[in-house]
């Protein structure tokens, strides 16, 4: 039961980054291969990094065609649906928050089922949940938001770290600790958004001046 429900999250979350990437493919004027080529990687570009790191191979994407094949029929919804959805919807913001929260849980839940250390976990779940992103963002030739976006990957090591304190703490099932962190994680990265909240960003020699 417990390893049907962490596949459909897995799914899940595949699904809502191979949105955001189809999103991004027509939104560049891409055709339709290169929107499905973005939304395949960026659907699954975080999950097989993480299924490396933690030495989970074959990596989950190789050994189930189920995430192509969502991350394909994404594509093509995204696809038909762009005349009259995405030149109108903020999308890309709210629902790569939602796959940053989704890929969080699932990177930490993977890594402490390896039996993985602490700092394993949270590793494990920041780059299962920046990856996509990363991946998005460099096809378009933008700097990725990990780098300069507000509450990205912090509202990622956050969850993360969230994850750990439920799982080491609490005798919370691990549904509840899924869930828990990934809306934790998603509120996090849309708060960040809405009040433009920011780590420091260090001053040049001269900036005030130039200012």
């Not at 960026?42 to 989970?56: A, T």
């Not at 699932?106 to 250390?117: D, F, N, P, Y």
Request: hydrophobic share 55%; charged share 15%; with cysteine.
């Amino acid at each position: 039961m417990e390893s049907n429900i962490v596949f459909l999250f897995d799914l899940f979350g595949t699904m809502i980054f191979a949105i955001t990437g189809a999103v991004k493919g027509v939104r560049n004027r891409l055709d339709l291969l290169g929107v499905l080529f973005f939304a395949i990687t960026v659907g699954c570009g975080g999950g097989m990094l993480r299924d490396v790191l933690i030495g989970s191979v074959p990596v989950a994407v190789f050994d189930n065609s189920a995430y192509f094949i969502v991350c394909i029929l994404s594509a093509l919804a995204v696809f038909l649906l762009a005349p009259k959805a995405v030149g109108r919807w903020s999308i890309i913001i709210y629902f790569d928050a939602i796959g940053l929260g989704v890929f969080t849980a699932l990177g930490v839940e993977k890594a402490a089922q390896m039996g993985i250390g602490v700092v394993g976990m949270v590793m494990s779940g920041t780059f299962a949940a920046v990856g996509g992103g990363i991946l998005r963002d460099v096809f378009s030739k933008e700097i990725p938001m990990v780098f300069t976006s507000d509450f990205y990957a912090t509202a990622s090591i956050l969850g993360s770290f969230f994850y750990v304190f439920l799982y080491k703490c609490t005798s919370l099932d691990q549904s509840s600790m899924l869930f828990s962190t990934a809306i934790l994680t998603t509120l996090l990265r849309i708060i960040g958004y809405k009040f433009h909240l920011r780590l420091p960003v260090a001053r040049m020699h001269g900036e005030e001046r130039k200012k």
